[in-house]
């Protein structure tokens, strides 16, 4: 499920705030074009993370899918492990925003913004840096604009800068294309050979649309994305809840629209419009949280995935805790030490879609915030209560 997410971790005197919600204000940045540094290639590194070589092929070139060793399969069973842990060139202390993205193949990509930022935008001219497999974490983009939200495929790396996305060949480093929109983008997601962004207001008119990124062709598939806050997408396509949580709709890979009712009551007085959101597709399911008295809590339902038909399972969990990913070591997810999951300590572990349970899973201290949980192959970003940030891959 390589999507776009965005983190902000608020220091250890506060709470967790893990959510997929972006400000539209933060999102209102202009001027997107920028070299490439190159993204998904192998190259050495002296530091921290060094810079890969500039790439030379032309803009709108014909990317080929990149040839990368994936990370080893994570088990399926019994206890994880942190089995690689990649140091990010940004203090703990320093930084607070992370957007990120993990490609098919694994690689992960992350931008990193100061608390005082004040949106989940990460800064002009900050790096976008990458790890490769087990490789270490080197730069793999430097554009000199605002980078709002991340996506990746086998061949392209997207970077969303208010009302442009730029499609980054990954092989070569180069810009394939830039894609101009109708409104800034608020949400990316890339599957199926598709790529996907919700435009516009979280509060006011928007778009979903559909962007084929072999030419840059965007065709508007939804003006339903008020209070979306987000998305899931796998082979079948792109699954999102409409405002109010009555509705979940399926765009399918060739822009036809599936739709049908969530079977579930939402207070929009007590819990607003975006209560319910799609998360994740894991396996054959849908997997949505409803959270509920302003996000004080929160349950889990799942969906079958083809026929939208549910709820099929209902799980109890706290808001920021039951925010399951699809991996290849089953449905994973994280807790914070305030969640339910492991008894007072951050950890990520395998999850029950029925019950909601975490099970053998790596825990952390109190003091650890954790980021954001990616898949296919799982990996975790880690704000320590000091240090650099990290990249946890758990197998």
């Known amino acids: 499920?390589?999507?776009?997410?965005?983190?902000?971790?608020?220091?250890?005197?506060?709470?967790?705030?893990?959510?997929?919600?972006?400000?539209?204000?933060?999102?209102?940045?202009?001027?997107?074009?920028?070299?490439?540094?190159?993204?998904?290639?192998?190259?050495?590194?002296?530091?921290?993370?060094?810079?890969?070589?500039?790439?030379?092929?032309?803009?709108?070139?014909?990317?080929?899918?990149?040839?990368?060793?994936?990370?080893?399969?994570?088990?399926?069973?019994?206890?994880?492990?942190?089995?690689?842990?990649?140091?990010?060139?940004?203090?703990?202390?320093?930084?607070?925003?992370?957007?990120?993205?993990?490609?098919?193949?694994?690689?992960?990509?992350?931008?990193?913004?100061?608390?005082?930022?004040?949106?989940?935008?990460?800064?002009?001219?900050?790096?976008?840096?990458?790890?490769?497999?087990?490789?270490?974490?080197?730069?793999?983009?430097?554009?000199p604009i605002p980078v709002a939200a991340l996506a990746a495929d086998e061949t392209y790396l997207y970077a969303a800068c208010g009302k442009q996305i730029i499609e980054y060949a990954r092989a070569t480093g180069s810009i394939a294309r830039t894609v101009t929109l109708a409104a800034p983008v608020r949400l990316m997601a890339a599957a199926a050979g598709k790529l996907w962004?919700?435009?516009?207001?979280?509060?006011?008119?928007?778009?979903?649309?559909?962007?084929?990124?072999?030419s840059g062709t965007v065709t508007t598939v939804g003006t339903d994305a008020a209070n979306v806050v987000n998305v899931a997408a796998g082979p079948l396509g792109l699954y999102y809840v409409e405002s109010g949580g009555a509705t979940i709709v399926r765009v399918n890979p060739n822009g036809t629209r599936l739709e049908s009712s969530t079977n579930q009551t939402v207070s929009q007085q007590l819990s607003g419009p975006s209560a319910i959101q799609a998360i994740s597709v894991i396996g054959n399911q849908l997997f949505v949280i409803h959270d509920a008295g302003q996000g004080l809590d929160s349950t889990s339902q799942t969906y079958d995935a083809t026929t939208l038909a549910g709820p099929q399972t209902n799980a109890p969990g706290i808001a920021g805790s039951n925010h399951a990913v699809g991996t290849l070591a089953g449905p994973m997810d994280l807790s914070s030490p305030d969640g339910r999951g492991c008894s007072g300590k951050g950890c990520v572990g395998r999850y029950n879609l029925a019950t909601g349970a975490i099970t053998d899973a790596v825990t952390y201290p109190q003091s650890t915030h954790l980021g954001l949980l990616l898949g296919p192959y799982p990996a975790v970003i880690v704000f320590p209560a000091s240090g650099r940030v990290y990249l946890d891959r758990i197998g």
């Open 197 to 214: 962004a919700v435009l516009g207001s979280l509060a006011g008119p928007g778009q979903v649309v559909e962007i084929s990124p072999g």
């Open 1 to 143: 499920m390589p999507l776009a997410h965005w983190f902000t971790y608020y220091g250890a005197v506060r709470p967790l705030l893990a959510a997929a919600l972006v400000s539209a204000a933060a999102l209102l940045v202009v001027g997107c074009s920028t070299g490439g540094q190159g993204s998904g290639t192998t190259a050495s590194t002296t530091s921290p993370a060094s810079a890969k070589p500039s790439a030379s092929a032309s803009p709108n070139s014909s990317p080929t899918a990149v040839n990368l060793a994936a990370p080893p399969a994570p088990s399926t069973s019994g206890q994880l492990r942190v089995r690689l842990r990649d140091a990010f060139p940004v203090q703990s202390s320093a930084f607070a925003i992370v957007v990120a993205a993990e490609a098919p193949d694994g690689s992960v990509f992350a931008a990193f913004g100061p608390q005082s930022n004040g949106s989940a935008v990460a800064s002009a001219n900050t790096a976008v840096y990458v790890v490769d497999g087990d490789g270490p974490v080197q730069v793999a983009e430097h554009p």
